[in-house]
T-cell receptor
Framework: NAGVTQTPKFQVLKTGQSMTLQCAQDMNHEYMSWYRQDPGMGLRLIHYSVGAGITDQGEVPNGYNVSRSTTEDFPLRLLSAAPSQTSVYFC????????????FGPGTRLTVL | DQQVKQNSPSLSVQEGRISILNCDYT??????FLWYKKYPAEGPTFLISISSIKDKNEDGRFTVFLNKSAKHLSLHIVPSQPGDSAVYFCAASTQGGSEKLVFGKGTKLTVNP
């Protein structure tokens, strides 16, 4: 198993550009989520999904869109990037049981100029 | 307002000694607590968890203690090893599991040989 994979590893955008951060998992996990980590801060939940076709907002959803068309993939879209979205983004997945371990991907480091 | 607080940004201990990492929380609805370890340029990895119905959980060298009345938990690592050097995040959830985690800012542990 590759676990949770994220692409790209690094990305530089200009203000106003759009892009999609990719996340995929091969563990057949129902639950997937996106977090961002800013310097000196803990991870904050952006959006999450409890299954294909079902998504919901986390703590900091503004400026981000998600969709979940398959169990495996959970892309995060930035429609119009802003410097405040400069951060490291982590995708995570977990099985159906709430106490299952949540597995994190390696992260995408995004810089918005 | 931070709901999960790790007030020590860093901690340095000698190899073989005990490492104690502390975490305080303000939301009395939190009922599941986790510790994650993070190496640079990697995603967080799950370490140990504890449900609010327990006051202690042990896994090898790692023990988590929960004091609900004080809204405080701690992670003990005994004995500490140089490979334990990493950033440790405390996280909490109101959903009885690892959904919608609220993270602290992390404590950087350095274990000196």
């Amino acid at each position: 198993n590759a676990g949770v994979t994220q692409t790209p590893k690094f990305q530089v955008l200009k203000t106003g550009q759009s892009m999609t951060l990719q996340c995929a998992q091969d563990m057949n996990h129902e639950y997937m989520s996106w977090y961002r980590q800013d310097p000196g801060m803990g991870l904050r939940l952006i959006h999450y999904s409890v299954g294909a076709g079902i998504t919901d907002q986390g703590e900091v959803p503004n400026g981000y869109n998600v969709s979940r068309s398959t169990t495996e993939d959970f892309p995060l879209r930035l429609l119009s990037a802003a410097p405040s979205q400069t951060s490291v983004y982590f995708c995570a997945s977990r099985g159906l049981v709430s106490t299952d371990t949540q597995y994190f991907g390696p992260g995408t480091r995004l810089t918005v100029l | 307002d931070q709901q999960v607080k790790q007030n020590s940004p860093s901690l340095s201990v000698q190899e073989g000694r005990i490492s104690i990492l502390n975490c305080d929380y303000t939301n009395s609805m939190f009922d599941y607590f986790l510790w994650y370890k993070k190496y640079p340029a990697e995603g967080p990895t799950f370490l140990i968890s504890i449900s609010s119905i327990k006051d202690k959980n042990e896994d090898g060298r790692f023990t988590v203690f929960l004091n609900k009345s004080a809204k405080h938990l701690s992670l003990h690592i005994v004995p500490s090893q140089p490979g334990d050097s990493a950033v440790y995040f405390c996280a909490a959830s109101t959903q009885g599991g690892s959904e919608k985690l609220v993270f602290g800012k992390g404590t950087k542990l350095t274990v000196n040989p």
